[in-house]
């Protein structure tokens, strides 16, 4: 028998710890109980559809219950599911490592499985360090990062990041890195960040490990874009620096901003690629590391210079061949072209938006739009979370970072679901933005 919406909103309430979220009783908001999915909508315990605006945490790329990625799914579990990794191979693990390389940025040749954004970035870092400990530069230790830089949940990633809400309570124990400010989302201001990260490269190559960067879209930090050029910028000083770039495509990636690849936008190849969010479509939590072959060929020799690294579920099977079904539902469903349709509605909808007073900042890169309310961008400000009740209750399902609200949909959104989205939104906004007159 079924449970009631009650019993699952009271048990919840009363044992789950949830993720992001202030637990004080006059802090909760009433929940959505999902009972179902399906394409781009959410379906509540009384059958209420809601348009899923952020693709669950920007995995859904292809939608909910994609029927490919489900046969998928159920064709390797009647194999096997999982097995460790560790003298075993199979086909779905291997014959998904050499997709990937071939669709990948140049150079990059080798695949390392882990389970989610932040380890995908977590092996990144530990690679570097050990690569120039063990390859005769071992004063090497240190990274750079972009302010409002988010990189996952691990300590080793906190330190990367630049939000200060979630740095707080862990200073003093955090890794050495230094992150240079981009205070505003204008491209002005990102020049000059990107100048002085430049600067500090070419300043401390002796000690550092390397440069760690969302490529062109900082997403948890607030939804900020900057220009491809700043980013072809980077790996040129890097590459005269022999300092590794190591590009976070854990959001960008499976064609959130427009290509494939956001790095694409800028021709470049980083020394290591991180993908997660959009690997599995958001069907299992499956990432992966893509190093140079030069990095892994650091890590050749005895035991003592191995990678003593790995992950429990690493390589799993499931997973495995569901990502590799996502590969070709982008290559047959011509994924990428839809976006190219959709991508400038979300771009004409937020700069409409930002006429209102009150609301500014209108920013667009693919499959992403966003604007910000009242004028503090941090994560603790209040607006957004009006917003996102006021689009609940007209069946928009969305969850602002603070002030900024912004779209993150499924790539493949029919166009009269976006439109019904981006209307709920924009009037959203523009209620909360009335309201607060500033
Ligand atoms: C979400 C995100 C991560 C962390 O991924 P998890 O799967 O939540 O651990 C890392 N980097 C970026 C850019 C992200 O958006």
Request: net charge negative.
């Amino acid at each position: 028998m079924k449970s009631s919406r009650e019993t699952i909103v009271e048990l919840d309430a009363r044992y789950v710890w949830r993720p992001y979220t202030p637990m004080g009783e006059e802090h909760r908001a009433e929940p959505l109980v999902v009972e179902r999915a399906e394409g781009v909508y959410l379906y509540d315990r009384d059958g209420k559809a809601y348009i899923d605006g952020n693709a669950s945490w920007w995995t859904a790329t292809l939608g909910h219950q994609h029927p490919r990625l489900l046969s998928a799914l159920a064709e390797q579990s009647q194999a096997f599911t999982h097995v460790a990794l560790a003298e075993i191979a199979h086909e779905p693990e291997a014959l998904l490592a050499r997709e990937l390389c071939a669709i990948v940025p140049a150079g990059l040749e080798r695949v390392f499985y882990s389970d989610n954004g932040s380890t995908a970035v977590e092996v990144a870092i530990k690679m570097c360090l050990q690569y120039w400990a063990q390859n005769g530069r071992p004063e090497r230790r240190r990274f750079l990062a972009l302010s409002d830089a988010f990189h996952g949940e691990t300590l080793g990633v906190t330190a990367l990041g630049g939000v200060s809400a979630f740095r707080r309570p862990f200073a003093g124990v955090l890794m050495d890195c230094v992150s240079v400010p981009a205070e505003e989302d204008e491209s002005a201001v990102y020049e000059r960040t990107f100048s002085a990260l430049c600067d500090h490269v070419r300043a401390n190559a002796a000690t550092l490990a390397g440069v760690v960067v969302e490529p062109l879209l900082q997403g948890a930090g607030g939804m900020r874009t900057y220009p491809p050029q700043l980013l072809t910028d980077l790996r040129k000083v890097t590459t005269e620096c022999d300092v590794f770039l190591v590009v976070d495509e854990v959001f960008t990636g499976y064609g959130r901003t427009g290509t494939l690849w956001a790095c694409q936008q800028a021709a470049i190849a980083p020394d290591i690629m991180c993908l997660a969010k959009g690997f599995t479509a958001g069907i299992l939590p499956m990432a992966a590391t893509i190093a140079t072959r030069r990095i892994f060929e650091g890590f050749l020799g005895g035991p003592e210079r191995a990678l003593y690294y790995g992950h429990t579920y690493c390589g799993h099977a499931l997973g495995a061949a569901v990502a590799r079904e996502v590969l070709r539902v982008y290559e047959e469903e011509h994924v990428l072209d839809a976006v190219r349709t959709s991508a400038p509605k979300i771009d004409e909808a937020m700069r409409r938006l930002a006429r209102l007073p009150g609301v500014s900042k209108p920013r667009a890169l693919g499959m992403m739009g966003a604007v910000q309310l009242g004028t503090a961008a941090d994560y603790l400000q209040p607006l957004g979370k009006q917003v996102a009740a006021l689009a609940r209750r007209a069946g928009v399902y969305v969850r602002p970072l603070g002030n900024v609200v912004y779209v993150a949909p499924a790539l493949n959104i029919a166009a009269p679901e976006l439109e019904r989205l981006l209307s709920v939104v924009c009037d959203s906004v523009a209620e909360v933005a009335a309201r607060n007159p500033h």
